[in-house]
């Protein structure tokens, strides 16, 4: 019998300010990265509970949705290691714009996250070499452009809130 394909099901904030984009500064397998805030949905949530819920965790701000900027699938092979083997995953991402509301300074911020920084779009492109997934730069492009759904675009089942 074969296994069943599971994408791992991520959320991903897009947030701007005065010309600047919210990002986060994290320690992966592959060094220091740049990433949108940004994880994994989890069981209980709809997609966009889970973005407040990352945004919050990854940079002490309040979050408040929007709009969905795009539906994103995606695939990483992280290479074989000693003592471990290659790795591929594939992400389905789900991004969403919206507005950064109170910052709590003092929080602590998710394990692995150095800091919160906010980046010009022209810095964002220019550091690359650095984004944890190509997806950074290309939902804040698909912003930029004026790329936008409504957040009714995401249907969450009641059925899918029951955890357990």
């Known amino acids: ?28 397998p592959e060094g220091l990265r740049l990433n949108n805030p940004a994880g994994h949905l989890e069981p209980g949530e709809s997609p966009q509970s889970g973005c407040v819920r990352e945004v919050l965790e990854e940079t002490a701000h309040d979050f408040t949705p929007t709009a969905l900027v795009g539906v994103y699938l995606s695939r ?19 991004a969403f714009c919206g507005d950064a509301g109170a910052w709590h300074a003092g929080r602590a911020l998710d394990a692995g996250i150095v800091r919160a920084v906010w980046l010009t779009a022209d810095e964002i492109r220019t550091s690359q070499d650095r984004h944890r997934s190509p997806l950074v730069l290309q939902c804040m492009e698909d912003y930029l452009r004026g790329q936008r759904f409504p957040l009714e675009l995401v249907v969450t089942d009641a059925s899918a809130l029951v955890t357990g």
């Open 76 to 94: 990483f092979v992280r290479p074989a290691t000693t003592g471990a083997a290659e790795e591929a995953i594939t992400y389905l991402r789900f």
């Open 1 to 28: 019998m074969s296994e069943r394909w599971k994408p791992s099901v991520t959320v991903a904030a897009v947030i701007e300010r005065d010309g600047r984009f919210l990002l986060v500064e994290e320690h992966t």
